[in-house]
């Protein structure tokens, strides 16, 4: 065989390029400039919601422990302080503070991409 005979060897890596196939239209999410003010504000208003809830649940759960301490029997006439006090002021709050930051760490994110909110870049 001749070097003109043999068939050129060719790579594959994906599907092969049809002029103006098989690709799906351009989807336009994207707000127009006259959309955009309403946009921002949206987005400002899931923001305060979100830290308005958390905040709420925070004032909630810091407000309840003076009632939970008045509420646990404690010894009245005795130089100590018991152990359940300790454990409601000094760890209890802890793993609540912690669900609800991450709750809202994650309801911001989800409300920055979401795909109607306009980019920094876009925002006035």
Not at 5 to 20: D, F, I, Q
Not at 72 to 96: K, M, S, T
Not at 104 to 113: C, G
């Amino acid at each position: 065989m001749d070097a003109e005979s043999v068939p050129r060897r060719e790579v594959v890596t994906g599907r092969p390029h049809t002029p103006g196939g098989d690709r799906p239209a351009p989807r336009h999410d994207r707000p127009t400039d006259a959309e955009l003010p309403f946009h921002i504000g949206m987005l400002i208003r899931r923001q305060l919601r979100a830290a308005l809830t958390a905040t709420a649940l925070l004032a909630a759960l810091l407000g309840l422990l003076p009632v939970l301490l008045r509420i646990l029997p404690l010894a009245d006439g005795a130089p100590r302080v018991p152990l359940a006090v300790w454990l409601l002021l000094g760890v209890a709050p802890y793993p609540a503070l912690l669900a609800i930051g991450a709750w809202y760490v994650r309801r911001a994110e989800r409300n920055e991409t979401d795909p109607l909110a306009p980019t920094p870049a876009e925002r006035p």
